[in-house]
């Protein structure tokens, strides 16, 4: 227990280390250490709700046309999304993915993110259709086993956030996913022209384009929950003046949204007046300013606690995957956060049917999964669960 305590002092004074470095959780672009990750399509498919998404339903069927279209007589189709950061390409690219047209289709997501790895993007694709893992690591037995599981089939690979421009390894990437004896579609999303070019075959790469005004303003509004407010119409010139600033993205149109969903007339004035958004917060041209101002505000006006949870975030690198239960009770350890009745009710059944579990398999767990809480409390109704309640974190500069 001794052991336990100093290990959560250690991090809480970590935690505190970088909160002093950084006063204002300024957010800055930079290199990430991050790993490629598969995602399950469940996973994915629970974020992109389509009714939620403004102003892409005409794009996304323009594109499903053409996909499809290409599809019929081409082995390989590569279809490149490219746009500035926070316009919404991932968001975009899950419409296409979930759509029911591929519904007979194996579907593969993949987060590459800076790292590129090519025995790994090999390895998550053998995983995927294969149900288990690669025989091994070494590219001999890898090339040996994937063209076996491509041939005969229809498949979906989305490769997000691709920053890779090497042409040799863009290549080998396009040589190892062809096999005379599959359909595959490709979908890519990079903020790099030059990558979208340099990746794409019959298609011609598609630039998504940033939203209108109107299209963030009703972005703002759905995520402020504005219509079940009282004060709509003191509200609304404000609101579309914000919803101006935001650039056409999507992401800052989100991040102010729930941020002014609890704030009060002055509140708002204060974000459409404030100074941030004329701070130079980023130098990257793939990240305009205003994408950042939006989120170093909702930054700002978080409260103290809440704080504390966010930069805690920092310590896990882009694309890495975070089991939320241990998170959430990291931070009650740290005392960030307050444990409820309801919480250390659920964390001592949590414990118990873990333990009962374990006795039960006689087999250690993963440490990336997280214990479902079962129907009955016998041991045998003691299911792991893998992607459904490891949620997929991608820091806030995508």
């Known amino acids: 227990m001794a052991m336990h305590n100093n290990k959560n002092i250690g991090m809480r004074k970590e935690s505190e280390d970088i909160k002093g470095q950084h ?9 990430s250490c991050s790993e490629l990750e598969a995602v399950d399509a469940r996973e994915t498919s629970s974020n992109a709700v389509e009714e939620l998404i403004v102003g892409r339903t005409e794009e ?8 499809l279209l290409e599809s019929k007589s081409k082995k390989i189709v590569i279809l490149p999304i490219y746009g500035i950061g926070g316009i919404g390409k991932t ?17 593969i997501w993949i987060h590459v993110s800076q790292i590129f790895d090519l025995n790994k993007i090999h390895e998550s694709i053998i995983l995927k259709l294969s149900e288990k ?13 994937l063209p076996k599981l491509l041939s005969g089939k229809k498949i979906v690979i989305v490769l997000d956030d691709l920053w ?13 996913l062809y096999h005379a004896d599959s359909n595959i579609i490709i979908l890519v999303t990079t903020r790099s022209q030059s990558v979208a070019g340099r990746i794409c075959t019959n298609l011609q790469p598609y630039k998504i ?7 963030c303003w009703d972005i703002i509004k759905q995520r402020s929950a504005f219509e079940a407010r009282d004060d709509t119409k003191q509200l609304t010139d404000i609101g579309r003046e914000i919803a101006q600033k935001c650039g056409g993205a999507a992401l800052a149109a989100q991040s102010l949204g729930f941020t002014l969903r609890s704030m009060n007339f002055d509140q708002w004035m204060k974000v459409k007046n404030s100074d941030t958004w004329n701070e130079p917060v980023s130098n990257d041209a793939s990240l305009p300013n205003h994408v950042l101002a939006s989120l170093k505000l909702s930054c700002i006006h978080m409260g103290s606690s809440l704080k504390k949870c966010f930069t805690y975030c920092a310590i896990f690198p882009k694309g890495n995957k975070i089991a939320k239960d241990d998170v959430i009770y990291q931070w009650i350890s ?22 009962a579990d374990e006795e039960y398999n006689n087999s250690d767990r993963d440490n990336d999964r997280v214990e479902a809480v079962p129907t009955s409390p016998r041991p045998e109704r003691v299911n792991s669960i893998h992607e459904e309640e490891n949620y997929h974190y991608d820091n806030l500069r995508r």
């Open 60 to 67: 996304k069927w323009k594109i499903m046309a053409s996909l």
């Open 91 to 107: 968001t975009f690219e899950r419409l296409i993915y979930n759509d029911p047209k591929f519904k007979y289709y194996s579907r």
């Open 133 to 145: 893992e690669s025989p091994a690591n070494e590219r001999q037995m890898i090339n040996s086993c």
């Open 334 to 355: 740290l005392d960030f956060i307050k444990p409820t009745k309801i919480l250390s009710d659920m964390q001592l059944e949590h414990e118990s049917l873990r333990k």
């Open 209 to 215: 384009l940033p939203l209108t005004n109107d299209m």
């Open 23 to 31: 006063q204002n959780i300024n957010l800055m672009t930079g290199p």
């Open 164 to 176: 890779e421009d090497g042409q040799f390894h863009l290549q080998e990437l396009k040589d190892m």
